[in-house]
């Protein structure tokens, strides 16, 4: 039985078609992968079925008294509230239902023996419901489910005013669990996850009773917990079932099979206007040649498949630096307290090393920290000869009005439009793409633009924070080859051990580090 029944869908934003007469339906219990390219209208697709878009035409039509919960990243959480605090209004239905509970207590002292009836059959179904919903046993759902998402390492009683996007985002995804939906949208939960919490959220949603639908590059993590591929590309929603990997073989099979059916019919139309243009003017042949030119014109003609740029990264390497191009003494990170006891770090040229850990540990703060964007607690820093840094921060800056042409021409004056406009185009971005605004690309447009403006100079050291968070699956394989073949320094932080694993020197633990039991 379905819960979901989209119909005959068409969108399109600012003069972009991004669905053309789509169909779409979630089953009860179906764990839906939503996958394509960057820019293709998962979001979108996510923002029209929860009603925060209206489409040009079609239907989406949702079960009758169905719950559902959506992942928006966008979503503001009422300033001066503790974590805790906002966690506690997923249970904002049940508070209420145990207030009318209470009133009607009170209300049985002076009740008349009908009124005393239908008093206890209330407060017997809403004491059903709580107990049902594990009412009583808030805070210890609470405390499960934020340490499984890591937010006991942030601190329960932490204001949300003072958190980052990405501990904002755990915020959210945290409260939606407790929320309990009977269907779960979830638009790339994995971003702001390390591997730890997303192993756990991977058990939570494989054990998930009811339906769901995800937005994700995380390929490993897809395979996991879905059994339903819908895959976004070309304006249209085409189903699959099955892994991941048997998703990319249909697809192949069927781009093939498609490439193959427009030759032949462009075979079959030449062939026949040859036949026409030969035989229109002679009198013994005229009828046959306009029989065929009435066929011709009647026949559905196949459009050709237009190919997604694809993206290619090149790192430009700078001078060859001192041996050691990072060392530090008795490091202490943090802001306002120590986050780490006291370290000694060494970076030596050439190597790749990748950084992991828990997240709240410190992972981005070493990075800027290394780079003296921010002060360390204490300890000393030295950077080697020679150091030129190319640096990929986690988080877009948030209302960015520029195009993604003016982000690049601000950061390089000097280059041509042409040169502009060719370096953004080798990172996979159309002429749409280049003259959007940063804040109306999709995260992984906006990835590679930031990407892009890192490739404009030669560096001898990258200092890279999840750089693979939103980008897409072909995307992410081209970064992991651009970054095997760069010949200089790399630090990297990534919560994805797939896609350095084989080719890092060495992993950096930034647990054992840490003041914070984990």
């Not at 079960?63 to 974590?83: E, F, N, S």
């Not at 605090?85 to 002076?110: C, G, H, N, P, Q």
């Not at 499984?148 to 501990?167: A, F, M, P, T």
Request: net charge negative; glycine share 8%; charged share 30%.
């Amino acid at each position: 039985m379905s819960v979901l029944n989209v119909s005959n869908l068409s969108h399109s934003y600012g003069g972009r078609e991004i669905f053309e007469d789509v169909s779409f339906k979630l089953n009860r219990g179906e764990h839906v992968a939503l996958v394509g390219a960057n820019g293709e209208g998962k979001s979108t697709f996510l923002a029209i079925i929860t009603g925060q878009l209206s489409p040009d035409a079609g239907k989406v039509e949702w079960a009758r008294r169905v719950k559902v919960g959506y992942l928006d990243q966008h979503a503001v959480l009422k300033p001066g509230m503790t974590i805790r605090d906002t966690l506690r209004t997923a249970f904002d239905d049940m508070v209420k239902a145990e207030k009318e509970m209470l009133e009607a207590y009170d209300k049985m002292e002076s009740a008349s023996p009908e009124e005393m009836d239908k008093l206890m059959k209330d407060v017997g179904e809403i004491q059903d419901m709580l107990e049902a919903g594990s009412y009583y046993t808030i805070d210890s759902r609470i405390e499960e489910v934020a340490g499984g998402l890591g937010l006991r390492d942030i601190g329960l009683d932490r204001k949300v005013d003072e958190l980052s996007g990405g501990q904002r985002t755990k915020v959210l995804l945290t409260k939606l669990l407790l929320e309990n939906p009977e269907i779960l949208l979830l638009d790339e939960p994995t971003n702001y996850l390390d591997a730890e919490h997303i192993e756990w959220l991977k058990g939570y949603l494989t054990n998930y009773e009811n339906a769901f639908i995800l937005v994700s590059h995380d390929v490993p993590f897809l395979n996991a917990v879905t059994n339903v591929i819908y895959h976004v590309d070309n304006f249209h929603l085409d189903r699959y079932t099955g892994s991941y990997e048997r998703f990319e073989e249909m697809v192949a099979l069927k781009r093939r099979q498609e490439d193959a059916a427009y030759e032949r019919q462009q075979a079959e139309i030449k062939k026949e206007q040859d036949f026409i243009a030969r035989n229109k003017a002679r009198v013994a042949t005229r009828g046959m040649a306009n029989s065929r030119q009435k066929r011709l014109d009647k026949m559905e003609v196949l459009t050709k498949r237009q190919e997604k740029p694809k993206p290619h990264f090149n790192f430009k390497s700078d001078r060859t630096p001192s041996r050691f191009v990072i060392e530090a003494k008795r490091l202490v990170l943090g802001y306002d307290s120590a986050l780490t006891n006291p370290v000694d770090v060494t970076v030596e040229r050439g190597k790749k090393i990748a950084i992991r850990g828990t997240n709240g540990l410190g992972k981005s703060t070493l990075l800027k920290t290394l780079l003296g964007m921010i002060p360390a607690i204490s300890g000393k820093i030295e950077l080697g000869e020679f150091v030129t840094a190319g640096y990929f921060e986690q988080e877009s800056a948030a209302g960015n009005d520029n195009t993604a042409l003016d982000e690049l021409w601000q950061e390089y004056p000097g280059m041509t439009n042409f040169e502009v406009r060719a370096a953004l185009a080798s990172c996979g971005l159309t002429n749409e793409h280049i003259t959007t605004k940063m804040m109306a690309l999709s995260g992984g447009e906006a990835a590679k633009v930031r990407l892009c403006k890192i490739m404009q100079k030669p560096v001898n050291l990258l200092v890279l924070d999840e750089p693979t968070n939103h980008l897409d699956v072909e995307a992410k394989k081209e970064l992991q080859r651009a970054l095997q073949e760069y010949k200089g320094t790399i630090l990297l932080v990534s919560h994805e051990p797939e896609f350095y694993e084989g080719w890092v020197d060495s992993v950096w633990n930034i647990e054992s580090w840490s003041t914070k039991i984990v």
